[in-house]
């Protein structure tokens, strides 16, 4: 069975521009969620979505949107991106036993 | 303060020994409890999972959650060097929405 998901796996931006991250999680798995990891930092909550409801929502500017499709898959999209923005963006899903899985993540540089 | 702390570490210790890790939190409404491990520049995998306080063990693997004293642990037996990475600790109050620790590095020397 295939895992978490993730695209693109790198990417370069420049400030101000927009970015779009796309994540499909396990499959039977309907909550998606997304966290941030800064270099030497663990991951920070960012969204999660349940039947493409928004469930919940960490500390973060409104720069930061997400959804997620019908199909369970989701995108997490952020606005006029700033150097600070620099980070691995992870997409995580969870089925009905709680565990939750990681995929590879999206390398996001800002320049 | 943090609502999860872990010490970064590096820890470095020799093939075979016994790797100690814990974090410590302060939300009491934590009931979810994770280990993560997280190889360089890659995604968190998990590896032990944990509801409410008790031990857990999954072959060289064992995880022990105290609620009381709000503190959590991962011991890793007989370990190897492909243990080498970052482990992470992660908690929750509901299903979804963890907090994470820093990490701690751990180098396992051959």
């Known amino acids: 069975d295939a895992g978490v998901t993730q695209s693109p796996t790198h990417l370069i931006k420049t400030r101000g521009q927009h970015v779009t991250l796309r994540c499909s999680p396990i499959s039977g798995h309907k909550s998606v969620s997304w966290y941030q990891q800064v270099l030497g930092q663990g991951p920070q909550f960012i969204f999660q979505?349940?039947?493409?409801?928004?469930?919940g929502r960490g500390n973060f500017p409104d720069r930061f949107s997400a959804r997620q499709f019908p199909n369970y898959s989701s995108e997490l999209n952020v606005n006029a991106l700033l150097l600070g923005d620099s980070a691995l963006y992870l997409c995580?899903?969870?089925?009905?036993?709680?565990?939750?899985?990681f995929g590879e993540g999206s390398w996001l540089t800002v320049v | 303060q943090k609502e999860v702390e872990q010490d970064p570490g590096p820890l470095s210790v020799p093939e075979g020994a016994i790797v100690s890790l814990n974090c410590t939190y302060s939300?009491?409404?934590?009931?979810?409890f994770m280990w993560y491990r997280q190889y360089s520049r890659k995604g968190p995998e998990l590896l032990m999972y944990?509801?409410?306080?008790g031990n857990k063990e999954d072959g060289r693997f064992t995880a022990q959650v105290d609620k009381s004293s709000k503190y959590i642990s991962l011991f890793i037996r007989d370990s190897q060097p492909s243990d080498s990475a970052t482990y992470l600790c992660a908690m929750s109050p509901n299903d979804y929405k963890l907090s994470f620790g820093a990490g701690t590095t751990v180098t396992v020397r051959a």
């Open positions: 939300n009491s409404a934590f009931q979810y």
């Open positions: 995580a899903s969870s089925g009905q036993e709680n565990t939750i899985y």
């Open positions: 944990t509801y409410s306080s």
């Open positions: 979505y349940y039947e493409k409801e928004e469930r």
